[in-house]
């Protein structure tokens, strides 16, 4: 069992640029969620997706954000157009319904 | 309307005193309630899950336990390496079957 893997674990990066982060779940798990974290909060649940399908986006979910599954292995959160206020960390989990969720160590954003 | 609240926001313990954390919640239907342990600059590692009220989980010097409205983690006799920030999160219909996470609890074991 390797984990869920995230890449990369740091970016930094200037206002209005476009950035895209990498998951790769657990290899036999068909779920896979995107989580945003700020400081001193827990997790917020930004999306997810059954195999390829994103089935459930969280309103915190802007037209700048866009997320994809290809094949149903790794996944891709992409954020156009950067605002200071995307600063966060970016969590991935992955699950096999009905399991627990299991969490990557993700990517921490940082808009200069 | 908050849905999951933790109590305290942080607590400092001597290692050795015991104590308890609070998750209560508000959400129906419940699926799951969910503890994680999360480390400085890395992501939540799963500790227990609960389903029903009256149900218990233990592991090492932890104890999950949980009522109709509420779940406590108990900590006995606290180590320095037990400091963390202490998570739960709830599954349930009107979450969109989603995990809803609280703020947490930030423990903070002293020597």
């Known amino acids: 069992d390797t984990g869920v893997s995230q890449d990369p674990r740091h970016k930094i990066t200037k206002r209005g640029q476009n950035v895209t982060f990498r998951c790769d779940p657990i290899s036999e798990h068909n779920r896979l969620y995107w989580y945003r974290q700020t400081l001193g909060q827990g997790p917020e649940f930004l999306t997810y997706?059954?195999?390829?399908?994103?089935?459930?986006k969280s309103r915190l979910l802007s037209d700048r954000f866009s997320a994809e599954r290809p094949k149903g292995s790794f996944s891709t959160l992409e954020i156009q157009r950067t605002e200071q206020g995307d600063s966060a960390m970016y969590l991935c989990a992955s699950s096999l319904d009905p399991q627990p969720q299991h969490f990557g160590d993700g990517t921490r954003l940082s808009i200069l | 309307e908050d849905q999951v609240t933790q109590s305290p926001e942080a607590l400092r313990l001597q290692e050795g005193e015991s104590s308890s954390l609070n998750c209560s919640y508000t959400v129906s239907g419940l699926r799951g309630l969910f503890w994680y342990r999360q480390d400085p600059g890395k992501g939540p590692e799963f500790l227990f899950t609960?389903?029903?009220a009256g149900e218990e989980k233990e592991k090492e010097r932890l104890k999950a336990t949980l009522t109709k409205k509420e779940s406590f983690l108990h900590i006995t006799a606290p180590k320095p390496e037990d400091s963390a920030t202490y998570l739960c999160?709830?599954?349930?219909?009107?979450?969109?079957?989603?995990?809803?996470f609280g703020t947490g609890t930030s423990l903070t074991v002293i020597p």
């Open positions: 999160a709830v599954q349930a219909p009107n979450t969109g079957n989603q995990f809803y």
């Open positions: 997706f059954q195999n390829e399908a994103q089935l459930e």
């Open positions: 609960l389903y029903s």
